[in-house]
């Protein structure tokens, strides 16, 4: 069967873009992904949008973005799953490009968060709990993901400051890219010293809400090769998910999902958790990193705190990890998330990441979650 | 009734709305599947495993272990009067777990996963509406228990 490759990227600046309308952020990804490609618009087929509707005054996005982009009347749906919806989004591009329907789709993930408040955003997010048993007790959305460290901390005695090392390695390398919300290297005392949010994080593990959007250009193989000389593949997929509520999981020390996920992409694409050189993962809390190394095999379960106080997942080590900053710097605008990573890994593949360039960079991952892990994409990208 | 579940609700319709009145006369209710016997909390009216519908009621002990807890200082809208507040999730003795608040017998910091705790079922005592809730506290809380009512 014909493989799916990516034949443009495009990324926006994050941050909070009160100069922009929803629209006008995808328009801007939209541009750059085109341009990257060397194709016009007449060249797709299709668009799918990834958003996160609630957010967003607009009903329906996927129409107002189709619009903008004066891609009337070709077909463009949208895809939500949380914070995962970007690589849901690019999962049923694969999809539509696999059977056959396709050749050409653009995939665009787009989001307006700070058109609310952040108790308003808060209380949002803690109903991607369950609402019945849970968020009547105000839940929060950091506060799950608190209650993840918590157990970790009890059963393998990960620490704090381990977890804050991700913020700081991830800061450090927001820095260094432009699209980054945040581009200030943080010291780790200072951070660990920020105000509390849900113990034991404080300010610095969290990610920021922001705005933003990211594209992609996928094509069936032959087109991709007619169309693009630097086609970076998508040859592995994965996706699984896991109860709505934590009252009903297994075990809260990492994602069932990710496990799944990432076992089903390795498979499909013929690889291991070894061969990967550079990786997204979903950093939307410092533990998020230390699970997201666990459940992907990087390392051993309860190892995470230790494999990122090595540093083994910076430039030189095992495997670099969120060398753009991840959610956590870069800022984390929910529907265009997975969608960045994705751009992110195929600018590394074809070297063209420049002070942040992974050196060797041959196989590279994504792993987007959803919610507190409800939902996991886990996709392997390859250069050849 | 079950919009009384919560200092905030956001459910009204179940088909387990008599949770909400057991928890008003003291009694925290888990449901069993009358098919296999599937029993869990919180109940559920819909069997996972057999798919049934065919449930009843299980009056639960509120006794258990912490599973693990946090405490939320950047509360969501609804909450900011209450924060900080400590959420615990409590594995039950007999099965399934709940989400609840720590209680005033049960300080944050002294809060570690594995302690054993009795969860007690509480009514907000200021508000006007009927608003209930549970928290958790050190064995041996005790709590008032109204009479069984005939529930249909």
């Not at chain 2, 925290?28 to 049934?52: E, H, I, N």
């Given at each position: 069967m014909?493989?799916?490759?990516?034949?443009?990227?495009?990324?926006g600046?994050?941050?909070?873009?009160?100069?922009?309308?929803?629209?006008?952020?995808?328009?801007?990804?939209?541009?750059?992904?085109?341009?990257d490609?060397?194709?016009?618009?007449?060249?797709?087929?299709?668009?799918?949008?990834?958003?996160?509707?609630?957010?967003?005054?607009?009903?329906?996005?996927?129409?107002?973005?189709?619009?903008?982009?004066?891609l009337?009347p070709?077909?463009?749906?949208?895809?939500?799953?949380?914070?995962?919806?970007?690589?849901?989004?690019i999962?049923?591009?694969?999809?539509a490009?696999?059977?056959?329907?396709h050749?050409?789709?653009?995939?665009?993930?787009?989001?307006?968060?700070?058109?609310?408040?952040?108790a308003?955003?808060?209380?949002?997010?803690?109903?991607?709990?369950?609402?019945?048993?849970?968020?009547?007790?105000?839940?929060?959305f950091?506060?799950?993901y608190?209650?993840?460290?918590?157990?970790?901390m009890?059963?393998?005695?990960?620490?704090?400051?381990?977890?804050?090392?991700?913020?700081?390695?991830?800061?450090?390398?927001?820095?260094?890219?432009?699209?980054?919300l945040?581009?200030?290297?943080?010291?780790l005392?200072?951070?660990?010293?920020?105000?509390?949010?849900?113990?034991?994080?404080?300010?610095?593990?969290c990610?920021?809400?922001?705005?933003?959007?990211?594209?992609?250009?996928?094509?069936?193989?032959?087109?991709?090769?007619?169309?693009?000389?630097?086609?970076?593949w998508?040859d592995?997929?994965?996706?699984a998910t896991?109860?709505?509520?934590?009252?009903?999981?297994?075990?809260?020390?990492?994602?069932?999902?990710?496990?799944e996920?990432g076992?089903?992409?390795?498979?499909?694409?013929?690889?291991?958790?070894?061969?990967?050189?550079?990786?997204?993962?979903?950093?939307?809390?410092?533990?998020?990193?230390?699970m997201?190394?666990?459940?992907?095999?990087f390392?051993?379960?309860g190892?995470?705190?230790k494999?990122?106080?090595?540093?083994?997942?910076?430039?030189g080590?095992?495997?670099?990890?969120?060398?753009?900053?991840?959610?956590?710097?870069?800022g984390?605008?929910?529907?265009?998330?997975?969608?960045?990573?994705?751009?992110?890994?195929?600018?590394?593949?074809?070297?063209?990441?420049?002070?942040?360039?992974?050196?060797?960079?041959?196989?590279?991952?994504t792993?987007?979650?959803?919610?507190?892990?409800?939902?996991?994409?886990?996709?392997?990208?390859?250069?050849? | 009734?079950?919009?009384?579940?919560?200092?905030?609700?956001?459910?009204?319709?179940?088909?387990?709305?008599?949770?909400?009145?057991?928890?008003?006369?003291?009694?925290?209710m888990?449901?069993?599947?009358?098919?296999?016997?599937?029993?869990?909390?919180p109940?559920?009216?819909?069997?996972?495993?057999?798919?049934?519908?065919?449930?009843?009621?299980?009056e639960?002990?509120?006794?258990g272990k912490?599973?693990?807890?946090?405490?939320?200082?950047?509360?969501?809208?609804?909450?900011?009067?209450?924060?900080?507040?400590?959420?615990?999730?409590?594995?039950?003795?007999?099965?399934?777990?709940?989400?609840?608040?720590?209680?005033?017998?049960v300080?944050?910091?002294?809060?570690?996963?594995?302690?054993?705790?009795?969860?007690?079922?509480?009514?907000?005592?200021?508000?006007?509406?009927?608003?209930?809730?549970?928290?958790?506290?050190?064995?041996?809380?005790?709590?008032?228990?109204a009479?069984?009512?005939?529930?249909?």
């Amino acid at each position: 069967m014909s493989r799916v490759g990516v034949i443009g990227a495009g990324h926006g600046v994050f941050g909070r873009r009160s100069d922009a309308t929803v629209q006008e952020l995808a328009f801007e990804a939209f541009r750059l992904a085109i341009k990257d490609a060397g194709i016009s618009r007449d060249d797709l087929d299709a668009t799918v949008v990834a958003a996160v509707p609630e957010y967003h005054k607009q009903r329906s996005v996927a129409g107002v973005v189709q619009e903008y982009l004066n891609l009337n009347p070709k077909p463009t749906w949208l895809t939500e799953v949380a914070c995962a919806s970007g690589s849901a989004a690019i999962r049923t591009a694969w999809m539509a490009i696999k059977s056959g329907v396709h050749q050409v789709v653009a995939v665009i993930g787009c989001q307006k968060m700070t058109e609310m408040a952040t108790a308003e955003i808060l209380a949002l997010m803690g109903r991607v709990g369950e609402v019945q048993w849970e968020s009547i007790f105000g839940s929060t959305f950091p506060g799950y993901y608190a209650m993840f460290a918590t157990s970790h901390m009890h059963e393998f005695g990960t620490t704090h400051e381990q977890m804050m090392q991700v913020a700081v390695k991830n800061h450090f390398y927001g820095s260094k890219n432009p699209n980054a919300l945040f581009r200030k290297e943080i010291q780790l005392d200072k951070a660990m010293n920020s105000d509390a949010v849900a113990s034991p994080f404080c300010v610095y593990d969290c990610c920021a809400n922001a705005d933003g959007a990211a594209c992609l250009i996928l094509a069936e193989e032959s087109r991709a090769k007619a169309l693009s000389k630097k086609v970076v593949w998508l040859d592995g997929v994965g996706c699984a998910t896991a109860s709505m509520s934590v009252l009903r999981r297994p075990n809260l020390v990492g994602l069932p999902s990710a496990v799944e996920a990432g076992q089903q992409a390795f498979r499909m694409a013929k690889v291991t958790a070894k061969d990967v050189k550079v990786a997204e993962v979903h950093d939307c809390f410092t533990i998020a990193e230390i699970m997201a190394y666990e459940d992907l095999g990087f390392c051993k379960k309860g190892h995470g705190g230790k494999f990122i106080e090595e540093k083994r997942s910076y430039i030189g080590g095992e495997v670099a990890v969120n060398v753009d900053g991840g959610l956590k710097a870069k800022g984390h605008p929910i529907g265009a998330t997975g969608v960045s990573m994705a751009y992110e890994i195929v600018k590394q593949l074809r070297g063209e990441s420049g002070e942040r360039q992974v050196p060797n960079a041959d196989i590279g991952l994504t792993h987007n979650v959803g919610g507190i892990g409800q939902y996991t994409f886990v996709h392997l990208f390859r250069r050849d | 009734m079950f919009s009384w579940f919560g200092k905030v609700s956001f459910v009204s319709y179940t088909k387990v709305s008599d949770f909400a009145v057991h928890l008003k006369d003291g009694r925290m209710m888990g449901s069993v599947c009358k098919d296999c016997g599937y029993t869990t909390f919180p109940p559920r009216a819909d069997c996972p495993q057999g798919l049934s519908g065919n449930f009843e009621f299980k009056e639960y002990s509120g006794k258990g272990k912490v599973f693990t807890h946090t405490t939320i200082s950047a509360a969501p809208t609804g909450f900011e009067d209450v924060a900080p507040y400590t959420i615990v999730v409590v594995e039950l003795d007999e099965g399934g777990r709940l989400m609840a608040w720590a209680g005033d017998t049960v300080p944050a910091k002294e809060l570690k996963i594995g302690i054993p705790v009795q969860v007690v079922p509480r009514i907000f005592e200021d508000s006007p509406e009927i608003k209930l809730y549970y928290t958790v506290e050190k064995p041996g809380a005790t709590w008032k228990k109204a009479p069984a009512p005939h529930l249909g």
